[in-house]
């Protein structure tokens, strides 16, 4: 196997550029429906019932995760790709989205905000999609290497 040098510069690049691109779309998506920014990094839940299921939520994919990790690494990686940690982290951040959808539309005294929630929830999907298509392409190789 042939080492191939890695290009930080390049893969800072990347992150700050899709960094942009989300914050953007973000952005815009608050103005379509009119909704305020939260808190960055923090949990905004909506009531005492969001919080309490948004943490058995957590606990749950938690553990799941740390089973998962176990079998994971015992056995052939590419036939249990799905117990991958970070298919668990995705799972979690998708399945946190959509409670709080959930919520915001049973409880939220702006009813738009669930709508913002749920299509930011499809662009993070369909751009997840994207980057794991363009990383498993050999172009995206090509341009960090």
């Known amino acids: 196997m042939e080492y191939i040098e890695f290009d930080w510069w390049k893969f800072i690049l990347f992150i700050v550029l899709i960094g942009l691109f989300l914050s953007g779309v973000d952005r815009l998506m608050r103005k379509v429906f009119k909704v305020e920014k939260r808190k960055s990094f923090s949990h905004n839940h909506i009531n005492e019932q969001h919080k309490k299921w948004d943490w058995t939520l957590r606990i749950v994919v938690i553990v799941l995760m740390g089973v998962s990790f176990f079998i994971y690494v ?72």
Do not use: C, H
Request: proline share 1%; hydrophobic share 55%.
């Open 74 to 145: 015992n056995r052939d990686m590419s036939e249990f790709w799905y117990l991958a940690p970070w298919t668990f982290i995705f799972l979690l951040i998708f399945l946190s989205e959509g409670l709080r959808a959930f919520m915001e539309w049973k409880y939220a005294s702006n009813r738009k905000q669930y709508m913002y929630t749920i299509s930011m929830i499809g662009v993070y999907i369909i751009f997840l999609v994207a980057v794991l298509i363009i990383i498993n392409s050999k172009g995206f190789e090509v341009w960090l290497y």
